[in-house]
C-alpha cells in the first residue's frame, strides 16, 4: 500500500476515533492526540508502515498529529465525525506538509504542493525466482550494520504479490524480519545475489517452522 490523502484521511480518522477524540475539548489534550498518532501507525498497512517507520518514525507521526490537530482547529472545525472529505483532504494535505520527509510518502506533497503519488523501488530485474539456501550467511553480519547504519548501503529489496519493495539497508530488512513482516510467500534480493530467494526454506526470517 501507498500512501495518499484519499487513504491517509481514513487512517487518521480511525486512528482519533480510538483514541476517543472527537470534539473540540479533546482535542486540545496532547496526549490523547500522541496517542491518536499512534493508533494510525497501528492501523497502517506493510509496507506503508515500514516507509513511515524508516523515514519519520513515531515522532513524526506525532508531529503530524498534533499538526493536523491545530490546523483542524484553526479551520474552525471543532467535531472530527463531521467533517466534509474535501475540508479533510485540505487540512489533511497542509498538516503532512508541516512535517519533512512525511509529505514524499504521502503523494509526493512537500511544502504544500502535490507532485503525484511514488511508487515503490524497483529491483533490478534477475533471474526468474529459484530459491537458494545461502541466505543465512548473508544475513549473519546484519548485527554489526545495526551499529552503523549510515555506512550500511541500501540493498535489499523484496517481492510481493508481483511487486517489488525497497531498498533496505541490511539493518533495516533484519529489523523487518524481527517484527514478523515477513511472508513465507515472499522473495528476496540484494546486489550480490544470482537470483530471487525464496522465504518459504527460512522460517527463521518469518517466525514460521
Known amino acids: ?103 514524499k510518502l504521502v503523494g509526493g506533497i512537500e511544502a504544500g504542493t502535490a507532485a503525484g503519488p511514488q511508487q515503490p523501488a524497483a529491483a533490478p530485474n534477475p533471474p526468474k525466482a529459484n530459491p537458494i539456501s545461502k541466505f543465512t550467511s548473508e544475513i549473519a553480519g546484519a548485527n554489526a550494520a545495526k551499529a552503523t547504519p549510515s555506512v550500511t548501503p541500501k540493498s535489499w529489496y523484496l517481492l510481493r504479490q508481483s511487486t517489488r519493495y525497497g531498498p533496505w539497508t541490511d539493518a533495516e530488512f533484519l529489523s523487518l524480519a524481527e517484527e514478523g513482516r515477513l511472508d513465507r510467500t515472499d522473495m528476496v534480493w540484494r546486489d550480490g545475489f544470482p537470483d530471487w530467494i525464496g522465504l518459504s526454506d527460512m522460517p527463521k526470517m518469518t517466525g514460521r517452522s
Not at 62 to 84: K, M, P, Q, Y
Open 1 to 103: 500500500m501507498s500512501l495518499t490523502i484519499d487513504n491517509l484521511g481514513s487512517l487518521v480518522q480511525r486512528g482519533f476515533a480510538r483514541a476517543a477524540i472527537n470534539t473540540s475539548a479533546r482535542l486540545q489534550d496532547d496526549e490523547l492526540v500522541r496517542a491518536a498518532a499512534r493508533n494510525i501507525y497501528d492501523v497502517i498497512p506493510f509496507p506503508a508502515n515500514l516507509a513511515i517507520k524508516m523515514s519519520v518514525g513515531i515522532e513524526g507521526l506525532e508531529r503530524f498529529a498534533l499538526s493536523f490537530r491545530d490546523v483542524l482547529l484553526a479551520s474552525g472545525v471543532t467535531d472530527l465525525s463531521r467533517i466534509s472529505a474535501d475540508d479533510l483532504s485540505v487540512i489533511l494535505r497542509k498538516s503532512v506538509a508541516r512535517v519533512p520527509g512525511l509529505g
